[in-house]
Nanobody
Framework: QVQLVESGGGLVQPGGSLTLSCAAS????????MSWYRQAPGKGREMVAF???????NYGVSWKGRFIIARDDAKNTVYLQMSSLKAEDTDVYYC????????WGQGTQVTVSS
């Protein structure tokens, strides 16, 4: 059974850093395109970053240079290192695994506020 469990969200001050984790089970993350998405209330999900099986990474324009997506194959976990956080980064962040099917985690709340 495929399962994605996000963690690491919370409250952080503007300019601060946070690292989100996505622990996977039931499949191998290195064989999937692993992505992080965000979603604001009443809006659709927006891609933040992805990492391919070949370790190619890509970022949305708003996050390039501030966020880093990484994968630990030994832990079967994907991370999103977030730095220089802004108030507009506040959202629920979701982990997604894509191969023949799409699988989503339950999300983790990130709040950037002083």
């Amino acid at each position: 059974q495929v399962q994605l469990v996000e963690s690491g969200g919370g409250l952080v001050q503007p300019g601060g850093s946070l690292t989100l984790s996505c622990a996977a089970s039931g499949f191998t993350v290195s064989s999937y395109v692993m992505s992080w998405y965000r979603q604001a209330p009443g809006k659709g999900r927006e891609m933040v970053a992805f990492i391919s099986p070949g370790s190619t990474t890509n970022y949305g324009v708003s996050w390039k240079g501030r966020f880093i997506i990484a994968r630990d194959d030994a832990k079967n976990t994907v991370y999103l290192q977030m730095s220089s956080l802004k108030a507009e980064d506040t959202d629920v962040y979701y982990c997604r695994a894509t191969r023949n099917y799409v699988h989503w985690g339950q999300g983790t709340q990130v709040t950037v506020s002083s």
